[in-house]
């Protein structure tokens, strides 16, 4: 079954209020959930877009799903990849997608939009964009968009990845363009953290956000082939050295540079070679546990401290004067601290 | 005057109570003020201690005295410090310090100690640090405790910055530990970001928090001297080549990497021309007031959100169940999610 793209059409904006959910369509918790649980797309499909809803009605219906999902999820492995555009990420995962469900897995790719807007549409509307792995019935293919401050950068992706596991994918992309804050939330949501760079150190660096390579688990220079192939060994010989003058990972693992070519099929193997080797390590000593537990402990509060910025933010009042006080302190009439207290007592 | 090391024992945990300040001994907004802007160190010591104090008559009385000094605060460049323990931060802030107070500047040294604790001590709690600099009139060296989760790591040490401008100190140091957050809070409420290292690129980096590495403003391989002059040199240059290959600054500024001796003295002079030249080149670009611009904003929603989240986490309801979700969640029987919208709920 390919994959559904007008489900893109769904979002709008970075918060969607749920346009094509229709009240008398909807369907019991049961129904989703056991949908979902016999690996039904469409039904997970419609649960991401209750869950990703602005409305309540809609949201709260979507979570119930989710927690009648809930003991199903957690058996993948999340990668996150991120790399400035025109690394080639879409190819890059295409066939890295194909390889794996070749060898036997599901695929699901969630691709953070943090530019998706009513004008600008999503990263994934060019629907021309992983075409094979699309077309494939082990795969699925959804943007998630960025929600904005308020919302955390990172939206629900959280709730969706749980939500594709328990639809039985095994194998879960988080793809992220690095150069906003959405690759920090990304890394506090995955396993595995990939950045895929191109030879050469020069304008293609202009776009990654600083403080990302040293937090990468694994680095591929990407589009190496034809006359590229050389300037990528280089390349690759090069930040392995500089990166072995870095702090290590806190599991001890130690951030290898690979090559890649998504036209030659070349490192693709080797990959996802590396990716297990890391997870059987990291399984093994317990970093992997470990690291799930801090990041289930990390969304807790995340979610706590959303909810409470949304709700203040939210405030007619505060909506009506926060404006002013920035205003103020930028203009030096008034220090961000006093600010801050004079907006929190506006608030009650 | 030397400074009154026995304000330290004022700092018994992560929240000052405000021990040793009795309610009959202060004195007027104005009179702290008055003598804060004539440059009265005891006034600006005091002032701190009551910002800092978790009290609530004496904390306002502390914001009143900075609100009084604000139009007075801004003429500094502050100057972020980390590294590992044992790399010399002290030593090289000692030398650094009376090189530039030779140099007519009046220098503020500001040490966030993540670690103090009742038991555990500050990191100013040694009186040999920084002797010379230390007994110095145009210096002022106070220790400034982080305040945990609630307060924010950085606690009140951008209040601290400001106190100390408007007592007409033009150069402040900020010191941290680079082994925790708050070198991420550091980095966000100074100029220049400076990470001292040592040579070799062994052990000595396990404590160095990663990302930390690629927002520095300038690396120093400190304790270049004797034996170890040349391993200095071999390091300086394989970071300057690693860094080369990293994102540049948001500014265009390329990090350099330099060498020192706060024993032989060597290096001391080049560090100050590199932070001149930094903040001559972004004077100019306009970045430095753009940052600060951006700082002063930040800093707004910071204390807007520590606030909500300090008031959401000490309702006693809250702080009864807490503990119980979290492990629930841990458990796997609740997902985050459900269990942060279970706890708004009892919190209001």
Request: glycine share 8%; with cysteine; hydrophobic share 40%.
């Amino acid at each position: 079954m390919p994959v559904d793209h007008s489900l893109n059409t769904e979002f709008p904006g970075p918060v969607n209020p749920g346009y094509h959910l229709k009240k008398e369509n909807l369907k019991s918790v049961s129904e989703y959930a056991n949908g979902i649980l016999t690996g039904n797309r469409a039904m997970l499909a419609k649960a991401i877009t209750l869950i990703e809803s602005s409305k309540k009605e809609f949201h709260e219906l979507g979570n119930a799903i989710l927690e009648k999902c809930y003991s199903n999820t957690g058996n993948s492995i999340r990668i996150g990849i991120t790399g400035v555009p025109g690394v080639g990420k879409s190819t890059f995962i295409e066939k890295f997608g194909m390889h794996l469900i070749d060898r036997g897995k599901k695929v699901a790719v969630l691709a953070i939009d943090p530019s998706s807007s009513l004008t600008k549409g999503s990263i994934l509307g060019d629907k021309t964009r992983m075409q094979t792995l699309a077309a494939h019935e082990n795969a699925f293919i959804r943007p998630t968009p960025a929600m904005g401050m308020l919302g955390g950068v990172a939206g629900k992706t959280r709730e969706v990845i749980l939500l594709c596991e328990a639809a039985g994918f095994d194998t879960i992309f988080v793809e992220t363009v690095g150069v906003g804050q959405s690759e920090i939330s990304v890394k506090n949501m995955v396993d595995f953290f990939l950045l895929l760079m191109l030879a050469g150190a020069g304008d293609e660096l202009q776009g990654i956000k600083r403080g990302i390579m040293e937090t990468a688990d694994m680095i591929i220079i990407h589009k190496s082939d034809g006359q590229n192939i050389e300037n990528a060994g280089l390349a690759r010989h090069n930040y392995q050295q500089a990166l072995s003058l870095f702090p290590p990972h806190p599991s001890g693992w130690k951030t290898p540079v690979q090559t890649a070519s998504s036209i030659d099929n070349n490192g693709i193997n080797e990959a996802w070679e590396t990716i297990t080797t890391y997870y059987d390590t990291v399984n093994k000593s317990g970093f992997f546990q470990k690291n799930r537990n801090q990041q289930l402990v990390n969304w807790l509060h995340d979610a706590i401290e959303n909810e409470l910025k949304t709700r203040f933010y939210n405030l007619p009042n505060i909506r009506k004067k926060l404006a002013r006080f920035e205003r103020e302190v930028l203009a030096g009439k008034l220090n961000p601290a006093r600010a801050a207290t004079e907006l929190i007592k506006l608030s009650q």
